[in-house]
């Protein structure tokens, strides 16, 4: 083994060492406080890009205190995640060394696996160390390393990204299309668009509700190869939305095509949105 060789390894070993020291002690002494990743406030972050690298590119902007997923679709986004990714500023750090362009691999952070924007920040997301399963960073030049509760974010699609809302945040339906009915807003009213049929006004109440209330238990890339058979629209104060219908055995999915992306519900909230019914007295 050459003289630099073994030099490196001796590094290697201390780091690796120094972050293990850090975080045994950090865990048997609760009273040792950890300093946060950094003291920016994440409440005036604006702007968000993940790089995913071959996976392309998730941007998320924020207006009037609305977050929006802009990249690579448009759509409302989902807010627990994005401040859940926020949530990588206050992160507690086990350890920090002097980031050196010689030894950035050694923590997978030559050629990272995600970088993170936060406005103008930037963090690059490395290797897991073996002792903890802990994270290193770089950021701001320093190797730093954290818990892994943030690349999983990372390496997910842009679906999960999006607002779990059907309709969006605050709709307002004007007309919503399902098999076999329509019910449409007059006026004031609610009423069936259909002849010869009469529904109860709870039951007309109680889709209309469902609807605007509707909340998918999770968001994942449209299936082309799904047994999409039915159609829904919707009609919007902003604009119309159309759904693809899938049922399985235990959910129901909606699609929207257009997007690139599905929503997937339970089986007893998917009959709510599908379950308006004549009458029993109905001819």
Known sequence: MGARTLINVVLLLAVVGLAAFIALVSESDPRIALEPLSNENPRAVSHIRLDLGPGGAIELRRAENVWQLVEPIRIAANDFRVNTLLAVLGAP???????????LSRFGLANPQG????????ILFGDTEPIHGRRYLLYEGQVVLVDDAYFSHLSSSAANFVNPALLGRNPSPRGITIPGVRVVRDGGRWRVDAEGMRVDTNGITSLVDAWRNAQAT?????????????EIRIE???????????????ELILGRPDLGIQYHLTKTAGA????IKPDDGAS
Request: glycine share 4%.
């Open 93 to 103: 750090v086990h350890a920090r060394i002097i980031a050196q362009s010689e030894n």
């Open 115 to 122: 970088r993170l924007w936060l406005d103008q920040l930037e």
């Open 218 to 230: 999770a968001v994942r890339p449209y299936e082309q190869s799904l047994d999409w058979k039915d």
């Open 236 to 250: 919007l104060s902003d604009g119309d939305l159309r759904f693809d219908l899938a049922r399985t055995e235990y």
């Open 272 to 275: 709510r949105l599908l379950g």
